[in-house]
């Protein structure tokens, strides 16, 4: 697998394939913790850890882990990798640690890194399957710093904690409560989709469904191919 | 969808009642409220009505010049709505409130669920608990030149004596609506003797609520207290105004006895468990939210039918 292949992930990730905004994954930690900025951010690339490194060990590990049990065996991976990142953030980042609280042990049962390990790195090799985990998970650090910056500037007049709004401006409290987070989460897909749909018209090639398998379907034998995974919807493994 | 499409069987039933006449009506029934809190609460409560009308309005007509729709501002259903919510709405509050509370009520429950008739709460109620989630401090702040007390209903669940004939004629505290039972109930007459609402849903809300208060309010039957949690709060403009919203009411007879029975429970929960001292308009969002299981449950059998099979 060559660079640009890498490059490809990177933009797949971000852009084409964006787990919150287009595949529509992870929305319990997307809604829960995205109260400001920092809390997007730090949830983002607490996930992108786990995700890259758990894509890496599942795609080296692809050929031996025995189909029947590959569900359990990819837990196995992904919740090692989240005890890691729970305890260093607990010793070294323990602001982030309590701001997230019991969303960071969840992180283990977050469809993303499920999907990718199921959809990609358990098909694929270790590079292009590290770089489709960085990937996925800059997307959706992207993704929740922007849900996260939305709700603080409206319900708290700040980014990142920074004061930005006048004075005399009156946080509108809702935005970081619950209701806040669909509000701003439907507000932003609609914002991409419409993007997406004018990106469309103008002749370039943006439609989403068309990753996981390098487009190299010629030499490759998986039966579960993730087109057939995002496109028709046969195997619904994730939720 | 073209007209030949809309075509169905006979017979026909031709009358000149539209859509816009009827909230015309709304309206109207709804000046007595209006002209009694402006009245009441000073200029203060005009500004604000015309902002919060004004608001609905024009964001209606925004979004469908916006997105190219047809423009429904002429059925009067958004007047409706900025001047209900207008009524609902403090008088010392700033005017902002009005028109943010305007562009919520219509742009995010009304518009985007399709428009009149698609939207599945009260847009003005729903716009109602959307500031007072958000701007509590405001949206509670009863205090104005006339009235620096704290609301009939909040001194009752405090065990505050309160004054039930000013309560009933209105000179007290509250939202520029709210306060005046008599005001509310001779719009509510008007609609009633033109046929736009009836009292399935209203009587049996005020009648379970009444009975809820009896249970489990700690007064028993006491007279004093049901009439001032009746006369205080938002009860009376809910029951007849707000609940009987043609989109979000159930369309089925018992349906709306059911409705009716569960904002009473609801509200008399709210006000009597709850930590704050009113909870119609909560009452009544979440009714809204329980119109399609209610119809559900209570669709009636159709003529033939017997059991659910064919007789």
């Not at chain 1, 109260?35 to 850890?49: D, E």
Request: neutral net charge; proline residues 4%; contains cysteine.
């Amino acid at each position: 697998m060559d660079n640009s292949n890498s490059m490809e992930r990177l933009y797949n990730g971000l852009v084409k394939e964006n787990p919150t905004f287009v595949l529509m994954l992870g929305m319990c930690p997307t809604l829960a913790v995205t109260t400001s900025a920092m809390n997007g951010l730090g949830m983002g690339l607490t996930t992108m850890v786990v995700l890259a490194l758990s894509n890496m060990i599942i795609s080296l590990l692809r050929n031996i882990i025995p189909d029947k049990v590959r569900i359990p065996a990819f837990i196995v991976v992904i919740a090692s990798f989240v005890t890691m990142v729970e305890l260093l953030l607990e010793g070294f980042i323990p602001a982030l640690y309590d701001a997230l609280g019991l969303y960071i042990p969840l992180i283990v049962v977050n469809c993303i890194i499920l999907g990718r390990a199921e959809a990609y790195a358990s098909k694929n090799p270790v590079i292009p399957s590290l770089f489709d985990g960085i990937g996925m998970g800059l997307g959706f650090s992207f993704a929740l710093t922007c849900i996260g910056a939305v709700r603080e500037l409206i319900g708290a007049g700040e980014i990142f904690g920074l004061h930005i709004m006048p004075d005399s401006y009156v946080p509108c409290a809702i935005f970081i409560m619950a209701p806040g987070a669909f509000f701003v989460l439907a507000a932003l897909t609609a914002v991409q989709n419409k993007i997406r749909i004018n990106g469309e018209r103008k002749g370039k090639d943006m439609s989403k469904i068309q990753s996981g398998c390098s487009e190299d379907c010629m030499n490759c034998n998986e039966k579960g191919c993730s087109h057939r995974f995002y496109g028709e919807g046969k195997e619904s493994g994730q939720k | 969808m073209s007209d030949l499409m809309k075509v169905s069987s006979n017979p026909h039933v031709r009358s000149k009642v539209t859509t816009s006449s009827i909230m015309m009506m709304v309206v109207i029934a709804l000046l007595p409220a209006a002209g009694f809190g402006i009245y009441n609460f000073g200029i203060d409560a005009l500004i604000l009505i015309v902002v919060t009308v004004a608001s609905t309005v024009l964001t209606e007509f925004a979004y469908e010049k916006l997105m190219k729709k047809k423009v429904t501002i002429g059925d009067y259903s958004a007047v409706v709505t900025g001047l209900l919510l207008a009524l609902n709405l403090p008088s010392s509050a700033p005017w902002w409130i009005g028109a943010l509370g305007g562009i919520f009520a219509i742009l995010v429950v009304k518009m985007l669920f399709g428009g009149l008739g698609q939207n599945f709460m009260n847009p003005a109620l729903a716009a109602r608990c959307f500031l007072l989630i958000s701007f509590t401090s405001i949206m509670t702040n009863f205090e104005c030149d006339t009235y620096t007390g704290a609301t009939p209903l909040a001194a009752l669940k405090s065990g505050e004596p309160v004054d039930i004939l000013s309560m009933v004629i209105g000179r007290t505290s509250g939202t520029i609506g709210e306060t005046s039972m008599i005001a509310i109930v001779l719009g509510a007459c008007f609609l009633i003797l033109l046929g736009v609402i009836d009292l399935r849903i209203p009587g049996s809300y005020i009648a379970s609520f009444v009975i809820f208060a009896c249970l489990f309010g700690g007064h028993g039957f006491d007279p004093a207290y049901i009439s001032a949690q009746l006369a205080g709060g938002g009860l009376m403009l809910g029951a007849f105004f707000m609940a009987t919203d043609y989109v979000t009411r159930p369309i089925t007879k018992n349906g709306q006895y059911v409705y009716g029975i569960l904002l009473g429970i609801l509200t008399g929960i709210f006000r009597i468990f709850g930590p704050s001292s009113e909870g119609v308009s909560y009452a009544i969002i979440i009714g809204n939210l329980l119109v399609p299981l209610i119809e559900k449950i209570t669709l009636p059998t159709a003529f033939g039918m017997k059991g659910g099979k064919r007789a």
